[in-house]
């Protein structure tokens, strides 16, 4: 049994202790989250969702991310998880969206079991810099990962329209480099991620991964 499958259980009972009222785990505090919506444009006109994907990488338990496209009209090049604006023709929930969206930009249908994908919880919505609200969709792949995309035995190739890399960082690592930068856009200090491959992991992508990391992951996989 992998380590991220022994951790499940404690993951499991560790978010049904943690949620509110509404069945989502809070990212943040009602201040904070006050604070952030009313520091955000108004635009509930469409809405997101993001896989915020926990794997067992090359024997750790990991989170997976992408590197948006460099030729992307908007936060190119930066760091994200996989995921896009809900589609009320295609999708029946955000937790839908998530998982079609990670399935277009990680591309691997023929080599990853995706019905095995176990969607376990959501966290509280935070809104994108234009105020869209983005809601993380929290999940376990449960088949172990090797190798990165540019080797053949990695199930993820990414999608060349929307993604440059996928790659995985273990929670362990994470925890050891989180550091700290002042946000021009809230005006107060966010986690960041300088991490050893040289990717940077900041913005939204950050704000979602630390309440998580230390909440939740942390605790289940690395106690």
Same mark, same amino acid.
């Given at each position: 049994?992998? +380590?991220? !499958?022994?951790?499940? /259980? &404690?993951?499991?009972?560790?978010?049904? !202790?943690?949620?509110? =009222?509404?069945?989502?785990?809070?990212?943040?505090?009602?201040?904070?989250?006050?604070?952030?919506?009313?520091?955000? @444009?108004?635009? %509930?006109?469409?809405?997101?969702?993001?896989?915020?994907? +926990?794997?067992?990488?090359?024997?750790?338990?990991?989170?997976?991310?992408?590197? &948006?496209?460099? !030729?992307?009209?908007? %936060?190119?090049?930066?760091?994200?998880?996989?995921?896009? %604006?809900?589609?009320?023709?295609?999708?029946?929930? #955000?937790?839908?969206?998530?998982?079609?969206?990670?399935?277009?930009?990680? #591309?691997? %249908?023929? !080599?990853?079991?995706?019905?095995?994908?176990?969607?376990?919880? =959501?966290?509280?919505?935070? @809104?994108? +810099?234009?105020?869209? /609200?983005?809601?993380?969709?929290?999940?376990?792949?449960?088949?172990? #990962?090797?190798?990165?995309? &540019?080797?053949?035995?990695?199930?993820?190739?990414?999608?060349?329209?929307?993604?440059?890399?996928?790659?995985?960082?273990?929670?362990?690592?994470?925890?050891?480099?989180?550091?700290?930068? &002042?946000?021009?856009?809230?005006?107060?200090?966010?986690?960041?991620?300088?991490?050893?491959?040289? =990717?940077?992991?900041?913005?939204?992508?950050?704000?979602?991964?630390?309440?998580?990391?230390?909440?939740?992951?942390?605790?289940?996989? #690395?106690?």
């Amino acid at each position: 049994m992998s +380590i991220v !499958n022994q951790g499940i /259980p &404690r993951l499991k009972s560790l978010l049904r !202790n943690t949620v509110n =009222k509404g069945n989502v785990f809070p990212l943040v505090s009602e201040k904070t989250q006050n604070f952030i919506w009313n520091n955000t @444009p108004d635009n %509930h006109k469409r809405e997101a969702a993001i896989l915020v994907p +926990i794997v067992t990488y090359e024997g750790k338990p990991s989170l997976l991310f992408t590197t &948006r496209s460099s !030729n992307l009209p908007t %936060h190119a090049s930066e760091v994200s998880f996989p995921g896009g %604006h809900y589609d009320e023709t295609s999708d029946d929930s #955000l937790e839908a969206t998530a998982i079609r969206e990670a399935q277009e930009e990680l #591309l691997g %249908h023929d !080599n990853y079991p995706w019905d095995e994908v176990e969607i376990i919880g =959501k966290a509280s919505s935070l @809104p994108s +810099i234009v105020g869209t /609200p983005v809601t993380p969709i929290i999940a376990i792949f449960h088949q172990e #990962l090797f190798g990165d995309n &540019r080797h053949p035995s990695f199930p993820f190739p990414g999608s060349p329209d929307e993604v440059d890399e996928v790659f995985c960082i273990s929670l362990q690592e994470l925890i050891e480099v989180e550091t700290t930068e &002042r946000s021009e856009r809230f005006q107060f200090d966010t986690p960041v991620y300088p991490t050893k491959c040289g =990717k940077k992991i900041w913005g939204l992508t950050a704000l979602v991964t630390r309440p998580l990391l230390h909440g939740l992951f942390k605790p289940a996989f #690395l106690a």
